[in-house]
């Protein structure tokens, strides 16, 4: 149970953690085919702010060029408004959240908790290797952006990882594999939260 709206009061709410390009895009698409998710990407509904041109976008662009965090007051905005518009009710929300305020905003915006959090946990070199050729020509793909986003990673994303490994939710998937082989991690904990919802 949660407070997102009336419409998703018994929504399924994941978080999906990890750096940058330890695979949290990838394995949504196949967690989406699988089991039916809703994909919300928090860096997908920034950027879309961006091409947008809208009251924010100009801050969003120069926030993703310097791997910096947008103010949690913006991005807790575009994730309710996707999710009070779906008719879905499972929910993965992909890189949030990234700092101790995004989860305190989110918990007290909402009134609510992820049921569960799946973390990919991917050694440095790997992810820098993975970002520089990824080719998408995202304007925060490029050497210098990465130091920094992964210095922002381990000061404040990794305390959220913590937090909610003390609280018990987290589900830390090794991220080092082939997409197969990690989707094999993954799969177990959504097919056990679909028998726990039967
Ligand atoms: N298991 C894997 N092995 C090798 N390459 C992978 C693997 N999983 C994903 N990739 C590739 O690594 C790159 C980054 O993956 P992806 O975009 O899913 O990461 P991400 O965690 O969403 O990154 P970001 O936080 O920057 O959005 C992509 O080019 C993707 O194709
Ligand atoms: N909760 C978030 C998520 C993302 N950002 C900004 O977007 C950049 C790209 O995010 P990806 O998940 O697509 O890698 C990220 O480096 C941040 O600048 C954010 O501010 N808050
Ligand atoms: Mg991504």
Do not use: W
């Not at 919300?40 to 041109?53: H, I, T």
């Not at 949030?96 to 991917?122: H, M």
């Not at 090794?174 to 028998?195: L, S, Y």
């Amino acid at each position: 149970m949660n407070g997102i709206c009336p419409k998703h009061v018994d929504s399924v709410i994941t978080f999906v953690l990890g750096g940058p390009g330890s695979g949290k895009g990838t394995q949504c698409a196949r967690i989406v085919e699988t089991f039916g998710f809703k994909h919300l990407s928090a860096g997908d509904l920034l950027r879309k702010e961006v091409v947008s041109a809208t009251e924010y976008g100009t801050m969003i662009l120069d926030t993703i060029r310097e791997g910096k965090i947008v103010p949690s007051a913006v991005t807790v905005k575009l994730i309710l408004r996707e999710m009070e518009s779906s008719d879905n009710h499972k929910f993965l929300i992909d890189g949030f959240p990234r700092s101790e305020e995004n989860r305190i905003a989110f918990e007290r915006i909402t009134g609510s908790e992820p049921d569960f959090v799946l973390f990919f946990d991917c050694p440095e070199e790997e992810m820098v290797k993975r970002v520089l050729s990824r080719n998408q020509g995202r304007i925060d793909d490029n050497i210098d952006t990465i130091k920094k986003r992964l210095k922002v990673f381990e000061a404040l994303n990794l305390p959220v990882v913590d937090h909610y490994e003390r609280r018990g939710k987290l589900h830390r998937i090794n991220a080092v594999g082939t997409e197969d082989e990690i989707f094999e991690q993954v799969r177990p904990v959504f097919a056990a939260c679909e028998q726990t919802a039967a």
